[in-house]
C-alpha cells in the first residue's frame, strides 16, 4: 500500500500515511528496519511479533517505545519504578560479579529480588548481609518466600533471624 506513495520523484519530498486500519501497533512503522524470511516461523509467539511503540497521552500519537519525549505535543514520559530497576538490570549484567556485589550493598529491596531473580546474586547472599529482621522479612516476602515458615526453618542459617 505504500509503495506508490514511496516512489522518488524530482517534486515529490515526503508523503503521508493514513493508518485507518490500526496496522502500525501491529506491524510497526512504515520506515522501520524489518528482517524478511521466505519461512514462516511459527515458534513466535503474539508478544514477539507486537511492534515496539507506545501512545502519547496527551495527542494520542504512535512513538517509538524508546522515545522519553512527543515530536509532536513534547509530552515528557516519565520511567516507572519498574522501569527503573530493568534498566538497573541489564546495566548490572555487563559488569563482573565483583562488582555486581559492591553495587548491591546499598540497593533497596526491590532491586535486591530482581538481581536475585535474574541471577546475579543469590537470595542466601542478601539474606547474611541483613542486620534488621523487618528488612529482611521484607526482602523474603518480595522473593515469594512463604512466612514465617521460612524464618522458622531457616533461623540457624541467619544470623538475622536469631535476633
Known amino acids: 500500500m505504500c509503495g506508490r506513495g514511496s516512489r522518488v520523484t524530482p517534486i515529490k519530498k515526503s508523503f503521508n500515511i493514513l493508518d485507518f486500519g490500526n496496522n502500525i501497533p501491529r506491524m510497526n512503522f512504515w520506515e522501520a528496519e524489518r528482517v524478511w524470511t521466505l519461512f514462516n516461523d511459527k515458534k513466535k509467539t ?3 511479533a507486537e511492534a515496539p511503540i507506545k501512545e502519547c ?15 509532536f505535543c513534547g509530552f515528557k514520559f516519565i520511567k516507572t519504578e519498574e522501569e527503573k530497576i530493568n534498566d538497573k538490570i541489564a546495566e548490572l549484567k555487563l559488569l563482573s560479579r565483583g562488582e555486581v556485589l559492591k553495587s548491591a550493598k546499598g540497593e533497596s529491596n526491590k532491586v535486591l529480588c530482581e538481581m536475585a531473580k535474574e541471577k546475579l546474586i543469590s537470595p542466601f547472599w542478601v539474606l547474611h548481609n541483613k542486620t534488621d529482621i523487618e528488612d529482611a522479612r521484607e ?11 521460612f524464618e522458622y526453618m531457616n533461623k540457624n542459617r541467619f544470623d538475622v533471624f536469631r535476633k
Open 139 to 149: 526482602f523474603c516476602k518480595l522473593m515469594g518466600y512463604k512466612m514465617p515458615g
Open 57 to 71: 497521552p496527551s495527542c494520542s500519537a504512535l512513538l517509538p517505545i524508546q522515545k522519553m519525549e512527543c515530536d
Open 46 to 48: 503474539s508478544k514477539e
